[in-house]
Nanobody, 127 residues
Framework: EVHVVESGGGLVQAGGSLRLSCAAS????????IGWYRQAPGKERLGVSC????????YYADFAKGRFTISSDNAKNTVYLQMNGLKSEDTAVYYC????????????????????WGKGTLVTVPS
């Protein structure tokens, strides 16, 4: 019933930009939060950014602050991740997840709260 589909990945030169999209359906979009995660080869999956209900709050990993921006178009049931100043270390499969931005002590606990996951979209930034 719940479908989560990422798109927008590709190969981008260092310093370039890319916008990922996450289209979600099968639930009341305004009731849940959406997060972006990434996993590089041989590494653990890490939270990148999360946007809370109706875009009222946004959270970012340290490596994403100042470079990435998460936004939501609720009318389209779509969340975006604008990535600027891309670096080779940003190379990873990026996943969109639906659930909750679990916040504790003012920080996003990315490892908890997400229920539904997309299949991922690959972002490659050559060194």
């Amino acid at each position: 019933e719940v479908h989560v589909v990422e798109s927008g990945g590709g190969l981008v030169q260092a310093g370039g930009s890319l916008r990922l999209s996450c289209a979600a359906s099968g639930f009341a979009f305004d009731d849940l939060d959406i997060g972006w995660y990434r996993q590089a080869p041989g590494k653990e999956r890490l939270g990148v950014s999360c946007i809370s209900n109706k875009g009222r709050k946004s959270y970012y990993a340290d490596f994403a602050k100042g470079r990435f921006t998460i936004s939501s178009d609720n009318a389209k049931n779509t969340v975006y991740l604008q990535m600027n100043g891309l670096k080779s270390e940003d190379t990873a499969v990026y996943y969109c997840a639906v659930g909750a931005c679990s916040v504790e002590d003012g920080s996003w606990k990315y490892y908890y709260g997400m229920r539904y996951w997309g299949k991922g979209t690959l972002v490659t930034v050559p060194s």
